[in-house]
T-cell receptor, first 114, second 113 residues
Framework: EPEVTQTPSHQVTQMGQEVILRCVPI?????FYWYRQILGQKVEFLVS????????KSEIFDDQFSVERPDGSNFTLKIRSTKLEDSAMYFC????????????FGSGTRLTVV | AQSVTQPDIHITVSEGASLELRCNYS??????LFWYVQSPGQGLQLLLK??????LVQGIKGFEAEFKRSQSSFNLRKPSVHWSDAAEYFC???????????FGTGTRLQVFP
């Protein structure tokens, strides 16, 4: 069964550093998402992306965050200057179309900011 | 705005006992409803989903859920719990006018032998 692949599975970074989290969505999917889960809390929507632009973002997704689909296969989340409170599990998801049929999550990247 | 409530933060059951995890949602029209399971340090695994049709939905690992519009609920059930079912369970809702899922706060299931 097709999978959404996220790398790395765990990343440790120093506060203030830039970090890029990578995702390879399912190949025929057109809609892409990032979610975040702070340890012990619920999963929260960050951003959705379609046709090379952001279609929706949450209030969490401020100017220090950006997303990009640089090469037609990868989908990245960049955090420009990491803070301690950015430590969380970040999940990528993709979907073949609008709506939720085929909505698939990756296994996540655990980001630790020290 | 859509919201999801999982009233039980933590549930403990004995192995072999039946299980019901509660989920209530807030949304005017028919929502898209999901249950995910997350083992410690792991990703989200889809257990089952409801989009339309039969209100009793069968999922993986012997789980089922029932959509009850009158109660705005989508409770997850399993007739006989196994020790390997110990995990965090998240209910989520999606709506027609958005592609984002709204998650509940989760229910941690502990299973005693």
């Amino acid at each position: 069964e097709p999978e959404v692949t996220q790398t790395p599975s765990h990343q440790v970074t120093q506060m203030g550093q830039e970090v890029i989290l990578r995702c390879v969505p399912i190949s025929n999917h057109l809609y892409f998402y990032w979610y975040r889960q702070i340890l012990g809390q619920k999963v929260e929507f960050l951003v959705s992306f379609y046709n090379n632009e952001i279609s929706e973002k949450s209030e969490i997704f401020d100017d220090q965050f950006s997303v990009e689909r640089p090469d037609g296969s990868n989908f990245t989340l960049k955090i420009r200057s990491t803070k301690l409170e950015d430590s969380a599990m970040y999940f990528c998801a993709s979907s073949p179309g609008q709506g939720f049929r085929g909505y698939t999550f990756g296994s996540g990247t655990r980001l630790t900011v020290v | 705005a859509q919201s999801v409530t999982q009233p039980d933060i933590h549930i403990t059951v004995s192995e072999g006992a039946s299980l019901e995890l509660r989920c209530n949602y807030s949304y005017g029209a028919t929502p898209y409803l999901f249950w995910y399971v997350q083992s410690p340090g792991q990703g989200l695994q889809l257990l089952l989903k409801y989009f339309s049709g039969d209100t009793l939905v069968q999922g993986i690992k012997g789980f089922e859920a029932e959509f009850k519009r009158s109660q705005s609920s989508f409770n997850l059930r399993k007739p006989s719990v196994h020790w390997s079912d110990a995990a965090e369970y998240f209910c989520a809702v999606g709506a027609d006018n958005t592609d984002k899922l709204i998650f509940g706060t989760g229910t941690r299931l502990q299973v005693f032998p």
